[in-house]
């Protein structure tokens, strides 16, 4: 059992009230080879954890080489007890854990899921339920804040869901994972052959919307700000109204 306040932590303030504490776990703690994008350096695997200030989860990932399924199973194990609120993703080959959007912002992603329900593709369903789509040929596993899925291909008893089952998703950025929304995301969705991207960035007050995914990442983009409308292309063809929507 190793505690997170006692794995050589530096925390690093953070904004929202919250810190970042980057954990080195050692080999008889958690110990993942195989994959260069798994941090891995003479047994040790870095893990970046978002936590309330006076906040101390125990998590006990059991020695598990293997990988990007080798960082799937840690991260079960650390969702086992994480504070509720909060969400695990793996980014960059590194297992994260961040908080999920603020209650002010609930208006907005109601708002995006209700405007998108009627345009689903058939057999699909927008939700905003929290959920964990892997995109095992790019170490990446995602929980976005809105997710347009495939309903049969979703009905497993994991909670590894394909991302190939997703053909919109959803991001809303905050202090902590504008880069991951802005960058890193938008690269895998759009190589993994997610459709439609909508990035609602509330720090700017914009709305991008990607498509047109391809081997190299989106080839298009629309982005307007808060109030305008913008055009969401097929399978879901449509104007998306922001004017209710504030930051």
């Known amino acids: 059992m190793a505690l997170v306040s006692d794995l050589g932590v530096e925390p690093v303030p953070l904004s929202d009230g919250c810190t970042e504490k ?3 776990l050692s080999a008889d703690t958690a110990t993942l080879s195989g994959n260069p994008l798994t941090q891995v350096r ?6 970046m954890v978002e936590i309330p200030r006076g906040t101390v ?4 990932p059991t020695p598990d080489p293997g990988g990007f399924e080798g960082l799937c199973r840690v991260l079960e194990k650390i969702e086992m007890h994480l504070p509720d609120g909060y969400r695990s993703e793996i980014v960059r080959g590194r297992i994260t854990v961040s908080p999920w959007s603020k209650g002010k912002y609930r208006p907005v992603l109601v708002n995006l899921v209700r ?6 593709p058939e057999g699909h369903l927008a939700d905003r339920s929290p959920l964990l789509f892997r995109f095992p ?4 596993s995602y929980g976005p804040d809105v997710h347009v899925s495939d309903e049969e291909l979703t009905n497993i008893d994991s909670i590894h869901l394909p991302g190939e089952a997703l053909s919109l998703v959803g991001e809303l950025t905050s202090s902590s994972t504008a880069d991951f929304d802005r960058l890193d995301k938008v690269e895998v969705y ?3 052959g ?4 909508v990035l609602v960035d509330v720090l700017n007050s914009t709305v991008t919307v990607y498509s047109s995914p391809s081997e190299t990442g989106y080839r298009r983009h629309t982005q307007v700000k808060f109030g305008d409308k913008v055009r969401v292309p097929a399978p879901f063809d449509f104007e998306l109204d922001t004017s209710e929507w504030k930051a």
Request: no cysteine.
């Open 194 to 197: 997610v459709q439609v991207y």
């Open 22 to 24: 980057r954990a080195r």
């Open 115 to 120: 405007q998108l329900e009627p345009h689903t």
């Open 190 to 192: 759009g190589k993994a």
């Open 57 to 60: 989860r125990e998590i006990s």
């Open 137 to 140: 040929d790019h170490s990446r």
């Open 42 to 47: 003479k047994g040790i695997m870095a893990v």
